[in-house]
């Protein structure tokens, strides 16, 4: 049976979202393409989650514009170390899913060259106070149809940030110890906003770091820049670039992603604990 990652991420709620507040993300004040309803919310960590407005069945995802149900947001990936572009097949190891790095000549139907990332209904497996999107991450083989592993985690889209959870399973794991993928209003060149989060030593692999106890990444992003940005269904307007690193006891990580109103994430590009490099970019195929 594949496994299914369940992360539970409980905040404490503090600070509430102004309609009229200057930095709200209105598109007439920011440049924006797009306006995301306003509900109140509250700010933990950096980050912000809805506040419900009664204590029965409050659904975080009714009013989301991107991360809606079922759609389907597709990334392919590649790992680079020590100027080597690979990817890695999964097998079954002692009623355990194991996984192993692989060159791209060598790709195999075991394995795994695409994401799928497909948000999904409230799911009362997460509880019904879970204040998060669900998401479903769908690892594919190179027919781009076959289905070999996945999990389930979550996302936050609000009127003030969207932010996900990266895949993290087999190789995806070292993505723990990354800055997540993350955009907060106001959108503009110059915002910056920060974070943390513990994470556990059941993160490490010795196939990049390994470690005792629990550590604390300390988060720090930036909208760096406006762009556009070329893909397979023509050029995206308006991407906005963020510019994230992480720092703890481990060392420092990175991230630089593009993100468009209407498309998402379209690249993420990862500097990893051991210098290596994990690179997503999105694909309509």
Known sequence: MYKFLTCLFLVSLTLSCNTNSPDSPVAQNTGLLFSIEERNVELNDGLY???PDSNIHFDYS???KMYVDMTNFKYAYVYIKNGDSLFFTVSALNKEMDWEFI???DVNDSTIIQINLVPEPMSFTFGIDYPQTIIRYDYIGKSKKSFLAGERT???ENCRNIWLHPPRQFLFRILELNPFPYIQAPYEIGNKWNG???IGKHWGDKRWKLWDGSITNKYAY???DIVN???EIGTLY???VIDAKAESSLGTTALKSWFHPDEGFLKLHYTNIDSSELVFEKVWN
Do not use: G, P, Q, R
């Open 196 to 198: 943390k989060l513990a």
């Open 154 to 156: 979550s996302c936050i």
């Open 229 to 231: 940005y070329k893909t």
């Open 62 to 64: 009714s009013d989301n």
């Open 238 to 240: 308006n991407c906005f």
């Open 222 to 224: 930036e909208i760096v």
């Open 103 to 105: 060159k791209k000549e």
């Open 49 to 51: 989650i809805e506040k």
